[in-house]
């Protein structure tokens, strides 16, 4: 993997042909993954038929386009009315919105596209040194690491508890439990479906995310007769100095979090998403001001997602292995075209694939041009009366949810759990954990029971691997440290 | 007090439901070479017993601190009372969108609820209200239905309009 071969995927590149499939990618990435409930895969395989027509590098230069678009997109309802646009966009809720509501809309949005510029850029240039030597490090994980990686991220129920710990876990535990409806995948059992076929499928992350987070908070604001989102003066629409800088280091920590956990199969972006919020706060000297509006609240989430999107391409291009939907559908694309993603590609392809990577660098620069100015735009939203933007809101978000599987119950359920959203916040119980627990439930069944399984019952086997007993042993420690710090903070009728 | 029970209710609530849920699938799944050592039912059980305990304990919690403090716990503020059936206003009109959809087709659906919403959200003119309503939905067809190509719900009653 040489200089001389990237230079040659630049020239490729900069083509005016494969520079507009870039261009249009973008474009429309960025347009779908503003509109909840469309995310990247759904996208994708809609565009599929198009792509027999398109040349083979054209078509994954546009699809790429599309799916690091599409990662961007989604901040940008998250951020402004508290909705998010696709699944890796839930936590940048919980301190975007916040800027929002302070009137610094500019600055979320901006740094979103800061971190995620800095997120592709990166992962592209991982791509290009390490590509194949990092896929193999993805094979070592099996169930008993990923348990160990669910562990792990089951400490997040403590950052975002709030005020009370209890809560923040039962909260989790609720998330858990509503993921466990449906077919279970490893039996093929049914569980809490009581013969409706519809409950039989499952609930899906969108409409749940969309009803608690989306409704709930549109129904809250009309309690509290809310105006406006927003009713001051704008602030700066680009961040500078001190914030500047801690976004850019949220950014580059959110990259590298979401890069390396992002190259395992199963670890979607919303997870990376959560841990480097997670991992952010931990590190900040105020942990306790995030979810109050904090820029590096936006810019750790949003830079992990766009780096985990990247970091998917290493084993689909390297090993022939789609990590996600959206890389079974961009490996679709390929054969279609008669090329076999794996380690040959690299050998009996190997333009191909550098003008791939090299229209990477050009796509997310593309995608910073295209957004930053639209900024200023985007965040005059939050000045139009609530009284017509909540209603366009509100019907944007049913008729998303509706598109994800073309059912009714999925509006059903984003009502149902905009209700229960609205209840929770009334009553002080916190949002996020749910949704996480409902993230991580089918991810760590599947790896609980899979090590299980094939340890013949024994939970040993989560001790006996390196990998897993060091991320246990890390996740206990950090809960005691954790709940250490807590104790000394909160007076006693908290704890 | 009356809150806490409540809410300690229904956490108890869903962990029995797991938990008989779980017993359920296994008495079902459990025969001689079933492969799975945890299974879905004992899975349910297991969240059954945790959602069942943490509604236990969280009530206790309560009831200790409200032995201790002898305050009831703070509640949000600055809501106006009456916004609450607002509130319950706009749930029923997402209800009667969810209820209609199906039966009218998403059209005449969406003009329905924007007609109605933007009425309980204080657009007082009925001539704007109408305005507002056909071209956001028309907004809506195009860029769903005719741009993403999204199939929309038709309805019992199909409508059918040139160019959509």
């Known amino acids: 993997m040489g200089s001389f071969t990237i230079i040659d995927g630049f020239m490729n590149s900069l083509t005016l042909m494969n520079l507009w499939y870039c261009f249009l990618g973008c474009l429309l990435g960025t347009f779908v993954g503003v509109l909840p409930g469309l995310g990247p895969a759904t996208t994708l395989s809609i565009l599929l038929p198009l792509c027999i027509y398109l040349p083979p590098t054209g078509a994954i230069i546009m699809m790429a386009g599309l799916y690091y678009g599409a990662m961007y997109g989604g901040s940008t309802t998250s951020i402004l009315v508290n909705i998010p646009g696709e699944t890796a966009s839930v936590i940048t809720m919980l301190d975007g919105y916040q800027m929002t509501r302070n009137g610094r809309a500019g600055e979320a949005l901006a740094i979103a596209a800061i971190g995620s510029f800095i997120a592709g850029i990166f992962g592209t240039i991982m791509i290009a040194i390490v590509g194949s030597w990092l896929a193999k490090y993805a094979l070592r994980f099996g169930p008993p690491e990923y348990f160990g990686l669910i562990f792990f991220s089951l400490t997040m129920l403590i950052t975002l508890s709030g005020g009370s710990l209890l809560k923040g876990i039962t909260s989790g535990l609720v998330g858990i439990f509503l993921a466990t409806v449906g077919v279970d995948p490893l039996t093929g059992s049914a569980r809490f479906s009581y013969g409706i076929v519809s409950l039989m499928r499952g609930i899906e992350i969108i409409p749940l995310a969309v009803g608690i987070f989306g409704v709930g908070e549109i129904l809250s604001n009309v309690e509290l007769k809310v105006g406006r989102i927003y009713a001051g003066k704008l602030g700066r629409m680009i961040p500078r100095g001190a914030e500047l800088r801690r976004g850019i280091f949220g950014s580059i920590q959110g990259t590298i979090t979401g890069f390396v956990l992002g190259i395992l199969p199963g670890v979607i972006p919303a997870l990376t998403a959560f841990l480097a919020y997670d991992i952010e706060r931990r590190l900040s000297r105020h942990p306790e001001k995030f979810g109050t509006g904090l820029i590096e609240g936006v810019a750790a989430p949003e830079a992990a997602n766009n780096a985990t999107a990247m970091a998917g391409f290493i084993p689909m291009v390297a090993l022939g292995i789609p990590t996600t939907p959206v890389f079974a559908i961009m490996m679709a694309t390929l054969m279609m075209h008669g090329l076999q993603p794996g380690p040959l590609l690299f050998q009996q392809n190997g333009q191909f694939i550098w003008t791939v990577i090299a229209s990477m660098f050009i796509g997310n620069a593309i995608l910073l041009i295209l957004n930053l100015p639209l900024v200023g735009l985007w965040a005059r939203l939050c000045l139009v009366p609530f009284k017509f933007l909540a209603p366009i809101v509100l019907a944007v978000s049913l008729v998303g949810v509706y598109a994800i599987r073309n059912t009714l119950f999925d509006v059903w359920v984003t009502i149902f759990f905009g209700v229960i959203g609205f209840i929770m916040k009334k009553a002080n119980w916190p949002l996020a954990p749910m949704i996480l627990g409902f993230l991580l439930g089918d991810l760590l069944e599947g790896a609980l029971r899979q090590s299980l399984s094939a340890s013949g019952g024994s939970p040993l086997i989560f001790f006996q691997r390196p990998i897993s007993l060091a991320l246990i042993l890390f996740t206990v420690a950090v809960m005691v440290m954790t709940r250490f710090m807590k104790r000394e903070a909160l007076p006693p009728e908290e704890l | ?164």
Do not use: C
């Not at chain 2, 409200?66 to 503020?77: C, D, K, L, Q, S």
């Open chain 2, 1 to 164: 007090m009356k809150k806490a029970i409540i809410e300690a209710t229904i956490l108890v609530g869903l962990g029995l439901i797991s938990i008989i849920e779980g017993l359920r699938l296994g008495s079902r799944l459990r025969q001689p070479g079933f492969y799975d050592v945890v299974g879905p039912d004992r899975y349910a059980i297991g969240i059954g017993a945790l959602l069942v305990i943490s509604g236990i304990i969280y009530f206790l919690s309560q009831l200790r601190r409200r032995t201790v403090t002898n305050e009831p716990i703070a509640e949000r503020g600055n809501e106006e009372k009456g916004m609450l059936f607002k509130v319950i206003g706009i749930v029923g009109i997402l209800v009667l969108y969810a209820v209609l959809m199906p039966i009218v087709g998403y059209l005449l659906a969406s003009i329905i609820f924007f007609l109605l919403v933007f009425k309980i959200f204080g657009v007082r003119s009925w001539r704007s209200n109408i305005i507002y309503s056909v071209v956001i939905t028309a907004i809506y067809q195009v860029v769903f239905g005719n741009f993403l190509g999204v199939i929309l719900p038709q309805g019992y009653i199909h409508i059918t309009i040139p160019g959509f």
